[in-house]
């Protein structure tokens, strides 16, 4: 069963997916300037990530942390940004003692590779997101990365879950 925060990311990803379809209609109906709704596909779904690594750090603190612990998570967890995959790796380190990386990766990719599409990920949304940069993106190239965040959220999500229910012998959720 996935974790709440699996659940909001559904509800957050919806926003990256709807611009993705306003992309292909304005590229369908030849409209000027379709770039930035491409654009904006890229920051949304870095934004529905982070959100996604916060939530699903918190909750798998709930299980594996005691109070004090679980405190400094929730600090660090209202400080955190930019999910690289060092970032994100520190982040579960922090929630459940363990990197996740040697363990979630992308059908097709090693976790070298995984982490890495991250990276460039959030590189690439940081320059748009502070006008360093307006790339034009394929949709061929939207509809992957949004697959390729999918598929890495759920493989996170089992991830978690199947390292606190060896802890534990129960799943958390």
Known sequence: MPSLAYA?????????????????AAVSADDPGP????????????????????HVAVEAGYWALDPPALDQLETTVRR????????VANLIRQAIGRDPWPYVMVV????????????????????????QARPRFR????VERIEFFRELVGNLDSFLEGELESRMGLAPW
């Open 108 to 131: 097709g990719k090693t976790a070298s590779e995984t982490r890495e599409v991250v990276n460039v990920h959030q590189r690439t949304r940081h320059q748009i997101a502070h006008g």
């Open 8 to 24: 909001r990311w559904i509800e957050f990803v919806g926003d990256p997916h709807d611009l993705l379809q306003r992309f292909q």
């Open 139 to 142: 949709e061929a190239m939207l």
């Open 35 to 54: 770039h930035a709704l491409s654009r904006a596909v890229i920051v949304g779904l870095a934004a529905a990530w982070e959100t996604y690594v916060e």
């Open 80 to 87: 955190f940004n930019n999910p690289t995959a060092d970032h």
